[in-house]
């Protein structure tokens, strides 16, 4: 499974970014979809998850700001970022599961300036 992630860039504090996922096969199978990311110096931490059927999870850090949201016909998931922080900046990475194996796409940087 390849995931191509893309949609990261340079906004001000306040902005808007949406970021996308696309996978190299049907993500309908695939039993979760969740973007990562990893600030300069930390662990890499969960942001927000779907699962196949529906239901979402976001860390409280983005809570009321972020949204996750899939699209099976196109095998992508996108992460809508709202009100953007500069604690937001990090690289931000997606994953999926498939039965038991958890794949990775590249990252993507997002640099919230203030």
């Known amino acids: 499974v390849q995931l191509q992630a893309s949609g990261g860039g340079l906004v001000q504090a306040e902005g808007s970014l949406r970021l996308s996922c696309v996978a190299s096969e049907n993500i309908f199978s695939f039993n979760s979809m969740t973007w990562y990311r990893q600030a300069p110096g930390k662990q890499r931490e969960l942001v927000a998850s779907?699962?196949?059927?529906?239901?979402?999870a976001y860390a409280n850090s983005v809570k009321g700001r972020f949204t996750i949201s899939r699209d099976n016909a196109k095998n992508a998931v996108y992460l809508q970022m709202n009100s953007l922080k500069p604690e937001d900046t990090a690289v931000y990475y997606c994953?999926?599961?498939?039965?038991?194996?958890?794949?990775w796409g590249q990252g993507t940087l997002v640099t919230v300036s203030s």
């Open positions: 994953s999926a599961v498939q039965r038991v194996t958890r794949h």
């Open positions: 779907v699962i196949a059927g529906g239901a979402t």
